[in-house]
């Protein structure tokens, strides 16, 4: 009996710009974890095609507070890019969240706004890592800064 599990599709990969380090990942159209968003008006837009790319060094920063207070934390939020070539609506308040759960372990979302509509959109996007959202988070990405360009 096999006891394996399927990798998602789709996983973040580093990538340096702008003299900066960045996470990203792309959902093009037709991707299957676009059918994971949440949409608080499951009758509003969906989302086409998506990238996300998260600032290696913010997310290292908030990292240390969030494990230190997080029995104190609902969430803590940090700014996120997000694009989307054929979104009909505008994505606004992009931001990556971080939420205690259990076990030492958080739930890493990427959530924005349509600013027309109002509707939230949310995907939880800490399975496209390749470690779990735990405290190791932190040594991967202390990992990521020191590989070169």
Same mark, same amino acid.
């Given at each position: 009996?096999?006891?394996?599990?399927?990798? #998602?599709?789709?996983?973040? %990969?580093?990538?340096? *710009?702008?003299?900066?380090? !960045?996470?990203? =990942?792309?959902?093009?159209?037709?991707?299957? *974890?676009?059918?994971?968003?949440?949409?608080?008006? @499951?009758?509003?837009? @969906?989302? @086409?095609?998506?990238?996300?790319?998260?600032?290696?060094?913010?997310?290292?920063?908030?990292?240390?507070?969030? !494990?230190?207070?997080?029995?104190? =934390?609902?969430? =803590?939020?940090? #700014?996120?890019?997000?694009?989307?070539?054929?979104?009909?609506? $505008?994505? $606004?308040?992009?931001? =990556?969240?971080?939420? @205690?759960?259990?076990?030492?372990?958080?739930?890493?979302?990427?959530?924005?706004?349509? *600013?027309?509509?109002?509707? *939230?959109?949310? %995907?939880?996007?800490?399975?496209?890592? #390749?470690?779990?959202?735990?405290?190791?988070?932190?040594?991967?990405?202390?990992? %990521?800064?020191?590989?070169?360009?």
């Amino acid at each position: 009996m096999s006891t394996s599990t399927t990798a #998602p599709a789709a996983l973040f %990969l580093p990538v340096h *710009e702008d003299g900066r380090l !960045w996470l990203r =990942l792309e959902l093009p159209a037709g991707s299957a *974890e676009l059918d994971q968003v949440y949409m608080s008006d @499951p009758n509003d837009l @969906p989302l @086409p095609d998506l990238v996300i790319d998260i600032d290696v060094a913010a997310l290292q920063r908030i990292l240390s507070v969030f !494990w230190e207070f997080r029995q104190h =934390l609902y969430d =803590l939020a940090i #700014p996120l890019g997000m694009t989307s070539a054929e979104f009909g609506g $505008k994505l $606004k308040l992009a931001r =990556l969240r971080l939420c @205690p759960y259990v076990d030492d372990r958080a739930i890493l979302s990427a959530c924005f706004t349509n *600013e027309w509509s109002g509707t *939230e959109y949310a %995907l939880d996007i800490g399975q496209y890592l #390749p470690v779990a959202v735990d405290r190791n988070l932190a040594c991967y990405l202390a990992q %990521l800064q020191q590989s070169p360009a």
